[in-house]
């Protein structure tokens, strides 16, 4: 009767696991354009673009310095979400024990710091794109 009990027990642990590698394919934020960060560009567009930046300031000349850490690699995909909800259900949950270390491995996620010095005319005049690792 012991036997039943924890057979019956250890049966039920893919479906409290399942969901994992799902819920990580559909989680992560939407990919930055940077197309639009080059010498020229209006400071508008970029802010339009990628957003509030991250900081703000002035240097010694009075040109506005704005920063932005863009993070790459963590695009959510429907596609990835559902092939493991079906593997998922093909295998009755045991699909979490392959999918949720294979979607922590995938992500790759690679952050870059751009810090976009304006001239006067609010233009960007001076560009650096600095790689922070994963």
Not at 3 to 8: C, E, P, R
Request: glycine residues 12%; proline residues 5%.
């Amino acid at each position: 009767m012991k036997k039943l009990v924890y057979f019956a027990a250890l049966s039920f642990i893919p479906f409290f696991v399942t969901g994992c590698a799902v819920g990580m394919a559909m989680s992560g934020k939407e990919q930055k354009d940077t197309s639009v960060v080059f010498p020229g560009s209006p400071r508008d567009v970029v802010v339009a673009k990628l957003g509030p930046p991250e900081t703000t300031s002035k240097d010694a000349d009075g040109n506005i310095v704005d920063s932005w850490l863009i993070i790459k690699g963590n695009a959510p995909s429907g596609g990835r979400a559902a092939m493991h909800a079906g593997l998922d259900v093909f295998t009755l949950g045991l699909w979490e024990l392959i999918g949720t270390p294979v979607e922590m491995g995938a992500a790759g996620e690679e952050r870059t710091r751009y810090v976009i010095t304006y001239d006067k005319d609010n233009k960007i005049k001076d560009m650096k794109a600095i790689k922070e690792g994963k």
